[in-house]
Nanobody, 118 residues
């Protein structure tokens, strides 16, 4: 079994910054893509950013230039640095990892709340 544990959410004023972390543990041979998704009340979960094991990144248009995703493969950890936060960034942020063991399987973290006040 694999667990993803997120940390770093909280309340911040508009224009501020937060850094999210997500550490994977358990039966892991390797991790392919890791990513962050978010879900605001009444909305569907959406991709925020993703990063491959080789370091290739992908961002939602709404966060380009403000958010940076990175990962430490040795620690099975992915990070999301969020700068210039806006009230519309308010959501529950979920970590996702495509874990390779006997098969490739997607795992989700429990979610961490990010609230940006205006």
């Amino acid at each position: 079994q694999v667990q993803l544990v997120e940390s770093g959410g909280g309340l911040v004023q508009a224009g501020g910054s937060l850094r999210l972390s997500c550490a994977a543990s358990g039966s892991i041979f390797s991790i392919a893509t890791m990513g962050w998704y978010r879900q605001a009340p009444g909305k569907q979960r959406e991709l925020v950013a993703s990063i491959t094991s080789g370091g290739s990144t992908n961002y939602a248009d709404s966060v380009k230039g403000r958010f940076t995703i990175s990962r430490d493969n040795a620690k099975n950890t992915v990070y999301l640095q969020m700068n210039s936060l806006k009230p519309e960034d308010t959501a529950v942020y979920y970590c996702n990892a495509a874990v390779v063991s006997l098969i490739v399987r997607n795992y989700w973290g429990q979610g961490t709340q990010v609230t940006v006040s205006s």
